[in-house]
Antibody
Framework: EVQLVESGGGLLQPGKSLRLSCGAS????????MHWVRQRPGKGLEWVSG????????GYADSVKGRFTVSRDNAKNSLYLQMNSLRAEDTALYFC?????????????????WGQGTLVTVSS | SYELTQPPSVSVSPGQTAGITCSGN??????ASWYQQKPGQSPVLVIY???KRPSGIPERFSGSNSGNTATLTISGTQAIDEADYYC?????????FGGGTKLTVL
């Protein structure tokens, strides 16, 4: 059974940093690209970042580019999101997501498994 | 940046067919996916590669994609299908989601 378990969320002040983690199990982690998707309270889904199977290719939404960094450790079956210079508008539930393919491309970006999410609240 | 546009809401009577559209420039030239999300739950993939159903998704869910519009069709809509639905596509190195459509079954 595929499982994605996010951790690291919390309440913090604007300008601070936070690192989210996602532990994966139930599938061959290094066969698939992974994404972070967030959902602000009462709002829709927003893609944050993606990384291909071997970390060669990464992508970011314009809203987080230069502040967030995605990474993975295939030996630990883990995905990470380093979040710096946090803003109030980064407040959201952050989902770890597994795609159906290995690459960040048109054919592989459907997300077939989602974690339960970890809540990040940025407030003074 | 690329945008996907969905109607905010769609209503359907039980047993009828619901159609949810997703519009984007030349969307038909890229794969569209659809997700169902119920309150307090994580999204679930219901259609990928325009018209393919993942294992476990009922046959009443189908999809199409041509020109500038992708459509999710739910035939014989049931009360349990009431949820938010999001389309998604890939563009220039980014994943794009539509704004979501609330499907009401009444």
């Amino acid at each position: 059974e595929v499982q994605l378990v996010e951790s690291g969320g919390g309440l913090l002040q604007p300008g601070k940093s936070l690192r989210l983690s996602c532990g994966a199990s139930g599938f061959t982690f290094d066969d698939y690209a992974m994404h972070w998707v967030r959902q602000r309270p009462g709002k829709g889904l927003e893609w944050v970042s993606g990384i291909d199977w071997n970390s060669y290719s990464v992508g970011y939404a314009d809203s987080v580019k230069g502040r967030f960094t995605v990474s993975r450790d295939n030996a630990k079956n883990s995905l990470y999101l380093q979040m710096n210079s946090l803003r109030a508008e980064d407040t959201a539930l952050y989902f770890c997501a597994k795609t159906i393919g290995a690459y960040l491309d048109n054919s592989g970006t459907s997300i077939d498994y989602w974690g339960q999410g970890t809540l990040v609240t940025v407030s003074s | 940046s690329y945008e996907l546009t969905q109607p905010p809401s769609v209503s359907v009577s039980p047993g009828q067919t619901a159609g949810i559209t997703c519009s984007g420039n030349n969307l038909g030239n890229r794969y569209a996916s659809w997700y169902q999300q119920k309150p307090g739950q994580s999204p679930v993939l219901v259609i990928y590669h325009d018209n393919k159903r993942p294992s476990g998704i009922p046959e009443r869910f189908s999809g199409s994609n041509s020109g500038n519009t992708a459509t999710l069709t739910i035939s014989g809509t049931q009360a349990i299908d009431e949820a938010d639905y999001y389309c998604q596509a890939w563009d220039s190195g980014t994943v794009v989601f539509g704004g979501g459509t609330k499907l009401t079954v009444l």
